[in-house]
Nanobody
């Protein structure tokens, strides 16, 4: 079993920045095979891919709408993942989730992930 515990988020003004953190717990997390991703969801909509990182290689992938505005990184010693977002827009308002899965082929597909964090609210005010 793997548990993901999220922190960060909150209320920020347009143009501002914030950091989301996700900490991984569980012996079955495989540094060589697991990918960790961030998704977001607004009421009435499906979860939307934001960014992902393959743990071993550190290769990152971003959704088009955050390219140039977000950075995903991991700390191998602490087993944490950070998502730094800048130049925030009102449309970035959502609940953000981190997730992980093993041997993921397509990082942007939510069904590929097996474990999810509890979610954290990000609100961007005008």
């Amino acid at each position: 079993q793997i548990q993901l515990v999220q922190s960060g988020g909150g209320l920020v003004q347009v143009g501002g920045s914030l950091s989301l953190n996700c900490e991984v717990f569980g012996r079955t997390f495989n540094r060589y095979r697991n990918t960790v991703g961030w998704f977001r969801q607004t009421p009435g909509n499906e979860r939307e891919f934001v960014a992902a990182i393959k743990w071993y290689s550190g290769t990152a992938e971003y959704a088009d709408f955050v390219k140039g505005r977000a950075t995903i990184s991991r700390d191998n010693a602490k087993l944490t993942i950070d998502l730094q977002m800048n130049s925030l827009k009102t449309e970035d308002t959502a609940i953000y989730f981190c997730a992980t899965g093993r041997n993921i082929m397509s990082s942007s597909i939510s069904s590929e992930y097996d474990y999810w964090g509890q979610g954290t609210q990000v609100t961007v005010s005008p």
